[in-house]
């Protein structure tokens, strides 16, 4: 049997979770044991026309990113969706707390090169995905288990507990104790708390887990004289735009 | 050095060199670029004359200077770290001075030494991927470093053992080197522990021998013979070869606070490209190693002047190609000080006191209080110079910013090289050498994009 093809395609990102890939260095190579890479332009010229998994970093934020988006996903098989910027549309969003007229006008004055400039989201909001890698940027550790689903056709669950989970195991003090805000209890583990274990708070780049339990992390921030609400107001990067503040609204406000 | 030699360089018509039967030419550059994602060269030759040649970049606006208003500034250096997944050190270097600017904060010079040695560790992470990874291959006379796996496998472990030290850098002093973590307005929210310091020093120290091998790999390497005397940006210190700290440098000819960026870079949008282009005394400018080299060289230590001048790198260098030279060049430098930073930090103990910070303030800090004001950050990434400028109301909120960074500086100088280049090989070289020439020109800039640069078509449309 011949080994799957695997091709890499980026949109609207900073190129960092493709870095992590290439990052695996040893590992990587150890990968291409088991798939054929076919197309990665951050670190190959070569182009596979034909692949069987596609992976998908950034977001979709103009016309054209979502007519190649399409068109690449035509092919494929699988589909996962590589880091904050694809699975969740990532900082991205942020830009969608303004009008794009305006920030248009403020970036680059009467002049408009980016005439078809749509709002950020994530690539499930155009296809079909099969498998997410959360993170911004993405932990490796964590994109080599996705594959190793993907290559087993099962599927991969992600962590359906928060952070605090990994951040407990690591035996952090809790920045909570510490005197600051920190989103780890409302944000899907997986990333070995990587913030907190260098004493900078979560900031949720992994989006809200999916079922959280409100009444608890209601009774937790209690404790420490804190809301939900109030938290995600500090910080505000991930959290505060599009799908993730409508899933925040309908566990918490209700 | 002095600027573009041609008069109004813009306007005239370049004449093609005519040898028997010229063709129109077309050329079309399609690659991905790390910031702006997607650009197109257009190069139109028609009857020996060179119609048009432009860089277009057609990827979708990020909007971060948009992002940032209305944002708190302790959220700055953590979003505009996603600028860019290589240079991400960079970004937020630049931004926690802009920010530290803004707002009065000085930090302790523990902190100085830890950043610049994370900034040297990006130097040569970017360096190593861009050396090893594009130009190796060719070298080698392969596409990519795929095929080298098997022929060349000393040299790819050499080149992932090089990239890892950086890495493993990256992870002990910031958390990681894609998104630094650990670094903030003030100082570090972790410090790096010392057995790590100890052991990234041992590995930096073992690392000589890998650089001499890629020094040797490199002296084999065959540029092209091209030269436009064109004009040269970089910070300048009178206290080492600048990197974090320093004036901006115009040409060697003066030297400008980088508070006052904005009276010599100037930016215009034109309504093909996303990406704005800038120019200095009204002409295109180069950033980077190669510029660096140029206004700098003179502060490199003795080991590494001796690199440069056995690699045949020689000040004031009017090759672009020469580029991935002055590269390897700072790999080494950066190697050295950083060295010396380790033991000046394991001799002195880090000041903890004076170092650790939180990254936001705390719980009974808000509502968050702050001086208003504006600062700007200018630090030297892998590309070049890269600037961050922020202006923060009272309760350090940012109401404007602006980022000007390295490969949209870099822009209008391919393009001016291109126009020089292009009637230079028309005549004298086939399709697939043009192909090749032009691609290794743009590859010389590490523009983000050059990883893929071999998206080049070359059609003759004759």
């Known amino acids: ?254 | 050095m002095t600027k573009s030699s041609s008069p109004n360089p813009e306007r005239m018509a370049h004449r093609i060199p005519h040898s028997g039967g010229a063709k129109d030419v077309k050329v079309d550059v399609h690659y991905l670029t790390r910031v702006e994602g997607h650009g197109d060269i257009t190069v139109d030759v028609r009857a020996g004359e060179l119609k048009e040649c432009k860089f277009k970049v057609i990827e979708s606006a990020r909007f971060f200077e948009t992002m940032l208003r209305g944002r708190l500034i302790y959220e700055a250096q953590h979003l505009t770290s996603r600028i860019c997944g290589i240079c991400a050190c960079g970004h937020s270097l630049a931004s926690i001075k802009a920010s530290e600017n803004a707002l009065g904060v000085v930090p302790h010079e523990d902190t100085l030494l830890l950043r610049k040695l994370l900034l040297h560790t990006e130097q040569m992470d970017s360096h190593v991927l861009h050396a090893y990874i594009l130009v190796a291959p060719d070298l080698l006379g392969v596409k990519s470093i795929m095929p080298l796996v098997k022929t060349h496998r000393p040299v790819i472990e050499r080149a992932f053992r090089m990239k890892k030290l950086s890495d493993w850098a990256g992870e002990i002093l910031a958390g990681r080197h894609t998104h630094p973590i650990s670094f903030a307005i003030g100082g570090l929210t972790k410090i790096p522990e010392k057995a790590h310091l100890q052991k990234l020093r041992e590995m930096m120290v073992e690392a000589r021998a890998d650089y001499a091998e890629t020094v040797e790999l490199f002296k084999k390497l065959s540029l092209p013979s091209f030269e436009r005397k064109g004009q040269y940006v970089a910070l300048s210190s009178p206290d080492e070869y600048a990197f974090y700290d320093g004036k901006i440098n115009v040409n060697g000819e003066k030297l400008v606070d980088p508070q006052d960026y904005l009276s010599v870079i100037k930016e215009e949008v034109r309504d093909y490209s996303s990406a704005k282009f800038v120019t200095v005394n009204k002409a295109p400018y180069m950033v980077g190693a190669l510029a660096r080299f140029n206004l700098n060289g003179d502060k490199l230590d003795k080991k590494s002047k001796e690199i440069a001048s056995y690699l045949g790198l020689k000040r004031p260098c009017y090759n672009t190609f020469m580029n991935t030279v002055a590269q390897v060049v700072e790999w080494g430098y950066c190697l050295e000080d950083s060295i010396a930073i380790l033991e000046r930090l394991i001799k002195n103990g880090i000041n903890e006191e004076k170092v650790l910070v939180t990254m936001y303030p705390k719980k009974d800090q808000w509502p968050v209080r702050t001086r208003a004001g504006r600062g700007v950050g200018t630090v030297e990434v892998p590309r070049g110079i890269l600037f961050h400028d922020y202006t923060v109301d009272d309760h350090g909120l940012v109401s404007a910013a602006n980022c000007i960074i390295p490969t949209n500086q870099n822009i209008n100088n391919l393009e001016a090289d291109m126009k020089k280049i292009v009637p230079e090989i028309v005549g004298t070289q086939d399709e697939e050498e043009m192909r090749l020439t032009l691609e290794m020109l743009a590859r010389a800039y590490d523009p983000c994009i050059s990883c893929s640069t071999h998206l080049l078509d070359v059609r003759f449309i004759s």
């Open chain 1, 1 to 254: 049997m011949s080994k799957p093809k695997v091709a890499f395609f980026e949109f609207t990102d900073c190129e960092g979770c493709q870095l992590q890939v290439a990052n695996l260095g040893v590992d990587l190579l150890e990968l291409t044991k088991a798939v054929d890479i076919v197309n990665f332009r951050e670190i190959m010229s070569e182009e596979g026309q034909e692949y069987d998994v596609l992976v998908v970093e950034g977001s979709i934020a103009s016309k054209h990113d979502e007519e190649r988006l399409k068109a690449v996903a035509a092919k494929a098989k699988v589909i996962v969706a590589l880091g904050a910027c694809a699975a969740t549309g990532g900082v991205n969003n942020l830009k969608n707390l303004k009008s794009i007229e305006e920030q248009k006008k403020i970036v680059y004055g009467d002049v408009d090169p980016v005439k078809d400039a749509i709002p950020a989201k994530p690539i499930d909001a155009v296809v079909k995905v099969d498998y997410y890698v959360h993170g911004c940027p993405i932990h490796g550790p964590e994109f080599v288990k996705v594959m190793q689903c993907v290559l087993m056709g099962k599927p991969y669950q992600v962590p359906a507990y928060p952070v605090c989970v990994e951040c407990k195991q690591n035996e952090n003090v809790c920045l909570f104790d510490k005197g600051q805000f920190c989103l780890g209890p409302i944000t899907r583990a997986g990333c070995n708390s990587w913030l907190p274990n260098n004493g900078v708070p979560c900031v949720g780049c992994r989006g809200l887990i999916d079922n959280p339990a409100a009444n608890a992390q209601k009774d937790i921030l209690e404790k420490y004289g804190l809301t939900v609400e109030g938290i995600m107001d500090k910080l505000t990067l991930y959290c505060n735009a599009q799908k993730e503040r409508a899933k925040y609204d309908k566990e918490f406000k209700s």
